[in-house]
C-alpha cells in the first residue's frame, strides 16, 4: 500500500509588482508549491485571514499596509513563517522586518536559486517543530522545553515561539554555559552554508530573550551567546 500523496506547500506571495510578482509565482510552481498572490499589504492580510498557508513571503515596500506592518498583523496570531523580501541595502528594513517578527529575509534583486534555498530552510524548521523525534524535559528554572511534544513554558505558562525561535532556544538549550559564535547559530539555526548577516542572529536572540527572559542569554562581546545555566 502507498503512503498518499502530501499537498502541496501553500504560499503567500505579497508583492506590488507586477512583473516581480508574476514571475516569482510562476518559478515557486515550478518548484512544487501552490502560491496565491496579493499585490499590496491590505490584499495580503486578507488573503492571510481566509485562507491556510505554510509560508509567507512579504515585501517590504507595500502600498496601503506595508510588510512590515503586514508581518506585525499576522503575528498577533499566527507562527507561520515569514520571509521578508527588501530591495533596499541600508538593513533598516532588514532589522524592522525581523524586530517584526520575521524569520528571515532576502534582498532584491534575487535569484529564484536562492529564494527557494531560503523557503526550503524556513519549511524545515517548521517540519521540525511538528514532527519532533522522541525526547525528554529540559528544565532551566522555570523554563520547560517538552523536545518531544516541542513545546515551552515558563511558570507554568505556554510560550509561543516561531519555528525559527523554537530551533534557537533548543540550540542554546543543548549546550547551557557553552559560547556559541554567531556564524555557527546562523549554519545551524538559518540553515546558512555561506557568511549570512549576523543581524538576523541577533535580532533573533532578541525577541527570543523578549519570550523567555532577557537574563536567560548573556552576550559575549566579540564572540555571541552563552544559555546560562
Same mark, same amino acid.
Given at each position: 500500500? /502507498? !503512503?498518499?500523496?502530501p499537498p502541496p506547500v501553500?504560499?503567500?506571495?505579497v508583492e506590488d509588482d507586477?512583473?516581480?510578482?508574476?514571475?516569482?509565482?510562476?518559478? =515557486?510552481?515550478?518548484?512544487?508549491?501552490?502560491?496565491?498572490?496579493?499585490?499590496?499589504?491590505?490584499?495580503?492580510?486578507? #488573503? @492571510?485571514? +481566509?485562507?491556510?498557508?505554510?509560508?509567507?513571503?512579504?515585501?517590504?515596500?507595500?502600498?496601503?499596509?506595508? +510588510?512590515?506592518?503586514?508581518?506585525?498583523?499576522? $503575528?498577533?496570531? !499566527?507562527?507561520?513563517?515569514?520571509?521578508?523580501?527588501?530591495?533596499? +541595502?541600508?538593513?533598516?528594513?532588514?532589522?524592522?522586518?525581523?524586530?517584526?517578527?520575521? %524569520?528571515?529575509?532576502?534582498?532584491?534583486?534575487?535569484?529564484?536559486?536562492?529564494?527557494?534555498?531560503?523557503?526550503?530552510?524556513?519549511?524545515?524548521? #517548521?517540519?521540525?517543530?511538528?514532527?519532533?523525534?522522541?525526547?525528554?524535559?529540559?528544565?532551566? %528554572?522555570? =523554563?520547560?522545553?517538552?523536545?518531544?511534544?516541542?513545546?515551552? !513554558?515558563? &511558570?507554568?505558562?505556554?510560550?509561543? =515561539?516561531?519555528?525559527?525561535?523554537?530551533?534557537?532556544? =533548543?540550540? @542554546?538549550?543543548?549546550?547551557?554555559?557553552?559560547?556559541?559564535? $554567531?556564524? /555557527?547559530?546562523? $549554519?545551524?539555526?538559518?540553515?546558512?552554508?555561506? &557568511?549570512? &548577516?549576523?543581524?538576523?542572529?541577533?535580532? +533573533?536572540?532578541?525577541?527570543?530573550?523578549?519570550?523567555?527572559?532577557?537574563?536567560?542569554?548573556? /552576550?559575549?562581546?566579540?564572540?555571541?551567546?552563552?544559555?546560562? $545555566?
Amino acid at each position: 500500500m /502507498t !503512503s498518499p500523496t502530501p499537498p502541496p506547500v501553500r504560499i503567500l506571495l505579497v508583492e506590488d509588482d507586477e512583473l516581480m510578482r508574476r514571475s516569482f509565482a510562476v518559478a =515557486l510552481e515550478r518548484y512544487g508549491y501552490r502560491v496565491e498572490t496579493a499585490e499590496d499589504g491590505l490584499a495580503g492580510l486578507e #488573503a @492571510f485571514r +481566509g485562507g491556510e498557508f505554510d509560508l509567507l513571503v512579504l515585501d517590504v515596500m507595500l502600498p496601503g499596509l506595508d +510588510g512590515i506592518g503586514l508581518c506585525r498583523r499576522v $503575528r498577533e496570531s !499566527s507562527l507561520v513563517p515569514v520571509l521578508m523580501m527588501s530591495a533596499r +541595502g541600508d538593513g533598516l528594513d532588514v532589522v524592522a522586518g525581523l524586530e517584526a517578527g520575521a %524569520d528571515d529575509y532576502v534582498v532584491k534583486p534575487v535569484e529564484t536559486f536562492v529564494l527557494v534555498a531560503r523557503i526550503r530552510s524556513l519549511l524545515r524548521r #517548521a517540519t521540525y517543530r511538528q514532527a519532533p523525534e522522541e525526547g525528554t524535559a529540559l528544565v532551566f %528554572d522555570g =523554563l520547560r522545553i517538552d523536545t518531544a511534544a516541542m513545546e515551552v !513554558s515558563l &511558570d507554568g505558562r505556554p510560550v509561543a =515561539l516561531t519555528p525559527t525561535e523554537l530551533k534557537l532556544l =533548543l540550540e @542554546f538549550a543543548a549546550r547551557p554555559g557553552v559560547v556559541l559564535e $554567531r556564524h /555557527t547559530l546562523l $549554519r545551524n539555526v538559518w540553515d546558512y552554508g555561506w &557568511d549570512g &548577516d549576523s543581524r538576523v542572529v541577533d535580532l +533573533g536572540v532578541q525577541r527570543l530573550r523578549g519570550k523567555i527572559g532577557r537574563d536567560r542569554i548573556e /552576550t559575549v562581546r566579540g564572540f555571541g551567546y552563552k544559555f546560562r $545555566r
